[in-house]
């Protein structure tokens, strides 16, 4: 098993991201492309697999949350390093669809944009395979006290400053 | 001013551990160096022609005495003595070692200074009114607005990695000297009919390869929602603007793109949304501690009574000539608003040694409560002399070589540090700059010619905002040859207009030449001397200016 980062710790990973061309597990927690996720969806109703969904960066969640809301796990993919639309997905899925299963980024991820995705509501890394992940886990100290509400603490500095 | 309180500091200090963390990993072959591009980016370092060039962040161009001697002081210890304003208000070096920047922010963390989203695609510098506080024409002092800006757009969760550079502008005066029509987000602060405070907010302005000029997107924001619609213009951006090609990410291009109905329509969409939520609400009281940084400097009342600068306009015409150009009422008695001019012949548009910068901390301390602001065309301001104390402003000034009578005049140009600094530019700038300033230094000239913006940018990004010039002169690449495009009848102001190109561009030997020649055939076609060349530009149209441009110069 691949280690990751989960809650700020480093763990192994339990699940599995299957390929758009492998076949269906018969059980166990296993992530879908959004693509393969809508073929199989019935499919899955009936067995033992848990499944999980990575979205595309593009996917506009005003459409595609019916069929996501029950998901106990969303991937979001950051394919490159400076791209950043999947900021914005975390955020709404945690503030105003209000998801609380887990949220894990995908991609390119590394050490330097892990403080972001933490507060954006993003509460698993899978960090690229060159990433030290014990680097990575310093990322949560870069800075104590943020100036926004986000959606990982909803009080912001203005709030703070009021006595 | 505004200063930082222990969260502010906390976050500044915290950003020059992390930054000096990423050099290391840098140095130490733990980051590669296409991966510590966008990091050093966003902390304003860029790896430039000859050594990096850093630019410090200076929110909404206010500066104190304290600030100016501790620039003084890293210019002499980590560069070569000297540094230059930018067109955002901003300071820059052009020879600092990597790895002594991180060094040079934690010198800069101890006057609550910083270089945080100086480039990159982020929020940018906030910028305003360089008059802001001191304009008879304001409505209220936007700065408070500026610094509520600047700390909600800092190290931003959602929006630090946006599809490319962002920047916000503010004006709240009847003339807009903010150029905000050309910005990503312009802001004005207005008074709706019931006499409340709030927001006209403009957007898809920008500069660069495709200059756009900004569209009113809502007519009224009330004052507490700045940030919930700032917050909803950003996430539309975010999630929409184009990834796939640097020259079409601005959100300009989006809102190009989708239309600006449709634009709006998702805007009111997302503001709906997040309308009230808390943390982006501001309540008057958040905005009254803010306000408080920047009450207004104890006036004194005799000020008014003084006479000696009457006396000092009459019996020394060179000082009447710097007050014609230099000087401006402040709105209270007795005050007046000096500029430091920073064109001077055979210095560098913008650039300041650090021995102007000590003595001109002096002159703050001693005569206009310690601060100083810079402009986007980037001088220097003294804001709030007392008039009797103008004529011992001046004298000092002109000794430091700082009290060139050109504010506003054709020398008093933007100019972008172009091929002679930086990696981006086309062509150079600095040489034509001083080329033009030869041509026009006689001051009597000057004058008949009167106000005029020149601006000239090294390359299509456009830092010297030459699509906004009365005149824009933009550089560019031919084989290898430095060229000219000419552009005229440009205006960053209430009539932000985009200047026409002239036609084809002129060689690096014509170009001061075709400025003139330009120059010439206003003189010769203005309806008196008191049109302007803009409303001569405007009334004659282009032709008799192409005429004579291309009549024997060498294009191509």
């Known amino acids: 098993m691949s280690k990751i980062i989960r809650h700020q710790r480093i763990v192994d990973d339990d699940w599995i991201a299957i390929a758009d061309d492998a076949e269906i597990p018969t059980s166990g927690r296993a992530i879908f492309s959004w693509k393969r996720w809508q073929e199989v969806r019935d499919a899955l109703k009936t067995g033992d697999v848990v499944a999980g969904v990575r979205i ?10 019916d069929q996501l809301k029950d998901r106990p796990l969303i991937a979001i993919e950051f394919p490159a390093f400076g791209d950043g639309r999947a900021f914005s997905q975390a955020r709404l899925l945690r503030e105003r669809y209000g998801f609380k299963g887990e949220i894990r980024a995908v991609g390119d991820v590394v050490r330097d944009q892990i403080f972001f995705m933490h507060r954006t509501g993003i509460d698993t ?19 104590t006290v943020p100036y926004q509400g986000s959606a990982d603490q909803p009080i912001s500095v203005f709030q703070r400053r009021r006595v | 001013m505004y200063r930082y309180d222990e969260y502010d500091q906390r976050l500044v200090d915290e950003r020059v551990a992390q930054f000096r963390d990423q050099t290391e990993r840098h140095l130490a072959g733990k980051l590669s160096v296409d991966e510590f591009r966008p990091l050093r980016l966003r902390n304003g370092l860029y790896i430039q022609r000859f050594a990096p060039m850093l630019r410090i962040s200076v929110p909404y161009g206010l500066l104190n005495s304290k600030q100016l001697r501790k620039h003084a002081h890293i210019a002499r210890t980590y560069d070569k003595g000297y540094l230059h304003f930018t067109t955002r208000q901003n300071i820059q070096y052009n020879w600092p070692k990597l790895e002594q920047v991180p060094d040079i922010l934690a010198e800069l963390a101890t006057v609550q200074m910083h270089a945080i989203q100086t480039s990159g695609n982020c929020i940018r510098n906030i910028t305003t009114d360089h008059l802001a506080g001191v304009a008879k024409d304001e409505l209220v002092d936007p700065r408070p607005y500026c610094e509520i800006t600047r700390q909600w757009a800092s190290f931003h969760p959602e929006f630090s990695w946006l599809p490319r550079k962002f920047k916000f502008a503010f004006s709240a005066s009847l003339k807009d000297r903010a150029a905000t029509a050309v910005h990503d987000i312009g802001v004005h602060i207005v008074r709706n009919d019931q006499g409340e405070l709030g927001y006209t907010f403009f957007t898809g302005g920008g500069l660069g390869r495709t200059p756009i000029l900004g569209y009113k997107i809502r007519e009224f924001v009330p004052e507490s929602d700045l940030l919930s619609y700032s917050e909803a213009i950003l996430r539309v951006y975010n999630r929409l603007g184009r990834r796939d090609n640097i020259h079409k990410a601005r959100i300009k291009i989006l809102v190009k793109e989708v239309g600006q109905p449709k634009f709006t329509e998702m805007v009111e969409a997302e503001y709906a949304q997040i309308k009230g939520t808390d943390y982006l609400t501001l309540k008057p009281e958040d905005i009254e501690r803010v306000r408080a940084h920047f009450t207004p400097h104890p006036y004194e009342a005799s000020a008014a009574g003084d006479t000696t600068f009457a006396d000092a306009l009459k019996n020394d015409s060179a000082f009447a000539s710097f007050v014609k150009r230099n000087v401006k009422d402040h709105r209270a008695n007795g005050y ?8 001077a012949r055979d210095v560098a548009p913008g650039d300041i040694t650090a021995e102007q910068l000590d003595a001109v901390a002096d002159l703050a301390d001693r005569y206009s409560f310690g601060e100083v602001r810079s402009t986007h065309d980037q001088n220097l301001v003294l804001a709030e002399v007392k008039q009797a104390d103008v004529y011992a402003v001046w004298k000092r000034l002109r000794e430091l070589g700082l009290a060139t009578p050109n504010i506003g005049l054709l020398t008093d140009l933007i100019c972008c540090p172009g091929l002679d600094f930086c990696s981006l530019a086309n062509a150079g700038s600095i040489g034509v700059a001083d080329e033009i300033f030869q041509r026009f230094e006689d001051l009597d000239y000057q004058y008949d010619i ?3 913006k020149i601006k000239m940018s090294g390359c299509m990004n456009g830092c010297g905002h030459h699509s906004v010039g009365h005149i824009g002169i933009l550089g560019v690449d031919k084989k290898g040859e430095e060229w000219y495009q000419i552009t005229l009848g440009g205006s960053a102001e209430n009539d932000a207009t985009l200047g026409d190109r002239t036609g084809p561009s002129v060689d690096r030997a014509n170009i001061a030449g075709a400025i003139e020649k330009i120059i010439d055939v206003y003189l010769e076609q203005r309806a008196s001397e008191d049109e302007a060349f803009l409303h001569t530009y405007r009334r004659v149209g282009m032709a008799p200016f192409k005429a004579r441009i291309y009549a024997e110069a060498v294009t191509a």
Do not use: Y
């Not at chain 1, 595309?56 to 005003?62: G, K, R, V």
């Not at chain 1, 890394?125 to 800075?143: E, G, I, K, S, Y």
């Open chain 1, 56 to 65: 595309p960066n593009t996917l506009d969640l005003a459409t595609a949350w």
């Open chain 1, 125 to 143: 890394m899978v960090p690229r395979a060159d990433q030290d992940l014990a680097v990575c886990l310093t990322a949560f100290r870069d800075f």
């Open chain 2, 450 to 452: 009167g106000e005029i």
């Open chain 2, 336 to 343: 007046k608003i000096v500029w430091i001019s920073l064109k």
